[in-house]
């Protein structure tokens, strides 16, 4: 299936460094063509590693671990896999409930939906930290990291996969067409010493096995990686979008153009370009016509180098801040946010 409501369109990562939920709602919904609700990273409960994690069996919020040795973590355990399988394989949507973000984690999110009902968007954002970043940060009491246990690795996926189902189908009621970005900032890490006998295979099985799930509810599904990383992994996944950071990674990147190439052949698969900087001091300096400068110098590349034509590459193309926007003053993410708007507004009239 191809998605032309994406082409050229421009969204953001999630993050933002606001504590007022509203008035960062307000601010997607007047520069991004697809609004994605706003992550309040400042808030306690809204970082990455713990934002997800409400319900996880054995989670200890305080010192962010799982831990396995409680009195009620088989309790627990045996409980999620029994919810698991009536909502997916008996489809009882309804248990979905259980894994719905809160207004304790999510003020962002229960904000948006509210503001959102009356709007008739045709497309909208959500986004959850990914399975291999959730699993490789978790460690258990005994500081055993959670991706090379098996049993932790599934629960984490399989949570998460409930988690992300129950966003997205949540954002379905307001919207006909979703997209959620799993946030796998910890890819970057691959294949370091910390991860060398992790395979290539079980990476993306934990991506795929989420991916499958939620594209069987007509989800759209993109992968977002601020950094850089084995990209034929990401490439080689049954993603739609790769969301990657184009200002400062094109170049790492263009390295795997045959896998590229092959991505960017299926009807369904596009490219967002992280194409405004998010480092404070860079932003701060920059201007829009060095952003426009650089993307084109990026463009014309790729596309003598994939042989295909700069207008294919831009009908699978959307565009995004390089990467959240949380750890930004509010006055520079508003710049970054502005800047984006600039520079879709000046690539169309082109």
């Known amino acids: ?10 969204t953001h990562i999630g993050s933002l460094p606001f504590e007022d939920p509203e008035k ?4 997607i919904l007047d520069f991004v063509d697809i609004p994605a609700w706003p992550q309040l990273s400042k808030l306690q409960n809204e970082s990455m590693l713990i934002q997800f994690n409400e319900g996880l069996p054995g989670f200890e919020r305080e010192r962010k671990t799982i831990n396995t040795t409680s009195s009620n973590f088989e309790e627990e355990l045996i409980k999620f896999y029994e919810l698991y399988f009536e909502i997916i394989e008996r489809k ?43 699993a490789t940060s978790l460690k258990t009491e005994n500081k055993e990291i959670s991706i090379f246990r098996e049993d932790l690795k599934d629960l984490i996926t399989k949570f998460l996969t409930l988690k992300a189902l129950s966003q997205g189908l949540e954002l379905k009621k307001f919207s006909s067409i979703v997209v959620i970005f799993l946030d796998e900032p910890g ?8 991860f060398i006998t992790l395979s290539k295979d079980l990476v993306l099985s934990i991506l795929n096995e989420m991916i499958e799930i939620l594209t069987n509810f007509e989800i759209i599904t993109g992968i977002h990686i601020c950094a850089n990383t084995s990209w034929d992994i990401i490439l080689e996944s049954k993603v739609n979008i790769i969301s ?27 490219l967002a370009w992280g194409v405004i ?22 463009l014309s590349d790729l596309s003598s180098t994939l042989n295909i034509s700069k207008e294919e590459v831009l009908r699978k193309s959307l565009f995004t801040p390089s990467c959240g ?20 507004s000046f690539i169309i009239k082109e």
Request: net charge positive.
């Open 187 to 194: 890819l970057s890490g691959f294949g370091s010493s910390s």
């Open 24 to 27: 960062a709602v307000d601010l």
């Open 244 to 270: 990657f950071d184009s200002f400062n990674f094109y170049d790492k990147l263009i390295i795997y153009k045959n896998f590229l190439k092959n991505f960017l052949k299926d009807e369904n698969k596009y």
């Open 92 to 134: 009882n949507l309804d248990l979905l409930k259980n894994f719905s973000l809160s207004e304790d984690y999510a003020k962002g999110f229960k904000t948006f939906l509210k503001r959102i009902q009356n709007l008739n968007l045709p497309i909208v954002k959500g986004q959850i930290t990914g399975p291999f970043t959730l």
């Open 277 to 298: 900087p998010t480092n404070s001091e860079i932003l701060e300096n920059i201007s829009l016509e060095e952003i426009i400068r650089k993307f084109r110098s990026q």
């Open 1 to 10: 299936m191809d998605y032309p409501c994406l082409s050229l369109k421009t």
């Open 325 to 344: 926007l949380g750890s930004l003053s509010e006055s520079l993410s508003i710049k970054a946010l502005e800047l984006l708007k600039n520079f879709k």
